[in-house]
């Protein structure tokens, strides 16, 4: 059984820094592409970020040069370091696996993602 656990979140001012972590178990890891997705408040899911297998990663414009994702093959570790945070980064940020068999081909479009942790909450907020 696929299981995806979320750590790191809280509450940071703007400007300031969070590091997310998501231990992942119950498939093989390495032969995954990971990401992350994050929903605010009264609004749908929005992707973050998604490294793929190589260890090559992806961003949307609203993130990219604040985020940094990254993973571990070795212990099946998935990170996201971000930085400069702002307000409008306030979400609760999901873990995502990636289904290689999915209809939809857009890293951007979060349908194609199978198996979600259950999230943890990033405020940011003076």
């Known amino acids: 059984e696929v299981h995806l656990v979320e750590s790191g979140g809280g509450m940071v001012q703007p400007g300031g820094s969070l590091r997310l972590s998501c231990a992942a178990s119950?498939?093989?890891?390495?032969?995954?592409?990971m990401g992350w997705v994050r929903q605010a408040p009264g609004k749908g899911p929005e992707w973050v970020s998604t490294i793929n297998t190589g260890g090559i990663p992806y961003y949307p414009t609203a993130v990219k040069d604040r985020f940094t994702i990254s993973r571990d093959n070795a212990n099946n570790t998935l990170n996201l370091q971000m930085n400069n945070l702002k307000p409008e980064d306030t979400a609760v940020y999901y873990c995502?696996?990636?289904?290689?068999?999915?209809?939809?081909?857009?890293?951007?479009?979060?349908?194609?993602?199978?198996?979600w942790g259950q999230g943890t909450q990033v405020t940011v907020s003076s």
């Open positions: 119950g498939f093989t890891f390495s032969t995954h592409d």
């Open positions: 995502v696996k990636d289904d290689p068999l999915s209809y939809y081909s857009d890293y951007a479009d979060t349908r194609r993602y199978d198996y």
